[in-house]
T-cell receptor, first 114, second 119 residues
Framework: AQSVAQPEDQVNVAEGNPLTVKCTYS??????LFWYVQYPNRGLQFLLK??????LVKGSYGFEAEFNKSQTSFHLKKPSALVSDSALYFC????????????FGKGTSLLVTP | GAVVSQHPSWVICKSGTSVKIECRSL??????MFWYRQFPKQSLMLMAT?????????EQGVEKDKFLINHASLTLSTLTVTSAHPEDSSFYIC???????????????FGPGTRLTVL
């Protein structure tokens, strides 16, 4: 089964500092990986995806993620955090056995303090 | 990016009643839509895959007679929670997958969610 794991329930970082939200994956075959962000009582917004190609993927709002095959990781990063980045972040992998639905990690709450 | 809407955004109903939630893709046609359920501070759990013109595919443990899904057009899927009970209270989120030769590469676009509270 295609799955992802987010080992951290919460990440705290000071505004202006770099942030990393961790994600590891377990898939058979090539992984199709995604990051989404969710603000309170809202749907999910797409940040970026890795399908193939360069291991460093750049996405929306200054976020990027690095695909690391040897470590089976797809960590989300941003060089300089903003208070407005505070939200719930989900890593997801496409489930090729379920009509291209997404299997989500449990989510990581990011808190950026001024 | 593509826009997906949901209606209503929140609904409160009495136990035993049925509630219909609509999911629309506003600027693209979606042959496939997905329905997820999210409990507070938890992840999204896939409930079913909705395919235009055919029966929905339900995930294990999801009662198809309780959660009726209809995908009558390329821009609309509906989820009806029948005979709702308090344990059905949750945040229901739909998503739509744009079509294409490489649809598996495409990101899904999510609706804003519907908060259902059953009294």
């Amino acid at each position: 089964a295609q799955s992802v794991a987010q080992p951290e329930d919460q990440v705290n970082v000071a505004e202006g500092n770099p942030l990393t939200v961790k994600c590891t994956y377990s898939v058979s075959g090539n992984p199709y990986l995604f990051w989404y962000v969710q603000y309170p009582n809202r749907g999910l917004q797409f940040l970026l995806k890795y399908i193939t190609g360069d291991n460093l993927v750049k996405g929306s709002y200054g976020f990027e993620a690095e695909f690391n095959k040897s470590q089976t990781s797809f960590h989300l990063k941003k060089p300089s955090a903003l208070v407005s980045d505070s939200a719930l972040y989900f890593c997801a992998v496409r489930d090729l056995n379920s009509g291209y639905a997404l299997n989500f990690g449990k989510g990581t709450s990011l808190l950026v303090t001024p | 990016g593509a826009v997906v809407s949901q209606h209503p955004s929140w609904v409160i109903c009495k136990s035993g009643t049925s509630v219909k939630i609509e999911c629309r893709s506003l600027d693209f046609q979606a042959t496939t839509m997905f329905w997820y359920r999210q409990f507070p501070k938890q992840s999204l759990m896939l409930m079913a895959t909705s395919n235009e013109g055919s029966k929905a595919t339900y995930e294990q443990g999801v009662e198809k007679d309780k959660f009726l899904i209809n995908h009558a057009s390329l821009t609309l899927s509906t989820l009806t929670v029948t005979s709702a009970h308090p344990e059905d209270s949750s945040f229901y989120i739909c998503s739509a997958l744009p079509p294409g030769l490489r649809s598996s590469y495409n990101e899904q676009f999510f609706g804003p969610g519907t908060r259902l509270t059953v009294l």
